[in-house]
């Protein structure tokens, strides 16, 4: 029989714990065979922060450390200068590293740290019961905005990947989303480059990537991938901010 397609090795047998719709899975899948492709699961050391991903230890077939909320680019710091020859990450929400954990992120990039950054922004707090979060989008309704976020409350959403581009020590930095199959594919060469850019020492690599939350969100499956189309990407531009390859 030919084999059409096989789980990745670099994923567990543990079912996910994510709520139906969920593109965390679809993440979880990219990282993965990225760490299998690059020939690097049996040295990578992942880093589960405090959100939805929390049990992303369970998940990854490779050694993981939980951290404390936000902490987590701290911990890989540790991680990675203990044992530079192996290949740290990092898997985050936006609720962690762009709220509790924006002074870790913007540090470790500063510091230009070897480490790999995997951010996920669905643009709210998914475990914690939807509240508002630092990339909630203006207008967007939450459990602590019930009537819409506002300039005047809040401020404009907050756009990480901009920001840590402008940062020397980033040499790797770039938005994308898995909301399409042709997408998914570029999120996944993304990754593999930021993996890449640790492997050859050259500083701090950072993907965001736009994803969904329909619990939270209020919508079906598919139609919040369609609100993530017609909302987020439009405030959250897809594409490559600083590629460690221009640099030189």
């Known amino acids: ?17 994510y709520c139906p719709g969920c593109t965390h899975g679809v993440i979880h899948k990219l990282v993965a065979e990225t760490l299998v492709e690059l020939g690097v699961l049996e040295d990578a050391i992942g880093v589960a922060p405090v959100g939805c991903s929390v049990l992303a230890y369970k998940y990854f077939n490779c050694d993981m450390q939980e951290a404390a ?7 890989a710091t540790g991680i990675k200068r203990v044992h530079p020859e192996n290949v740290v990450f990092t898997y985050q929400g936006d609720g962690d590293l762009a709220s509790i954990g924006t002074a870790e992120i913007v540090h470790a990039a500063h510091r230009g740290e070897k480490f790999t950054t995997i951010f996920v922004n669905n643009a709210i707090y998914g475990m914690t019961g939807g509240q508002m979060a630092p990339t909630t989008l203006i207008g967007q309704k939450t459990t602590t905005s019930p009537l819409g976020r506002t ?3 809040s401020g404009m959403p907050i756009r990480m990947s901009e920001m840590l581009a402008t940062i020397d020590g980033a040499k790797f930095v770039e938005r994308v989303s898995v909301d399409t199959p042709a997408n998914i594919r570029k999120a996944k060469k993304a990754i593999k480059r930021a993996f890449e850019c640790q492997i050859q020492g050259k500083g ?22 369609g609100w993530l189309q017609e909302n987020m990407i439009p405030y959250y531009p897809l594409g490559n901010f600083r590629d460690f390859e221009e640099d030189k």
């Not at 084999?3 to 714990?17: A, C, I, R, W």
């Open 1 to 17: 029989m030919t084999m059409v397609y096989e789980k990745s090795k670099g994923l567990t047998d543990v079912p996910f714990h």
């Open 69 to 75: 909320h936000g902490r987590a680019p701290a911990v």
């Open 204 to 225: 701090f690599a950072i993907v965001e990537v736009l994803s969904t939350c329909p619990t939270n969100w209020g919508y079906t499956p598919v139609k919040a991938l």
């Open 151 to 153: 300039v005047e409350h």
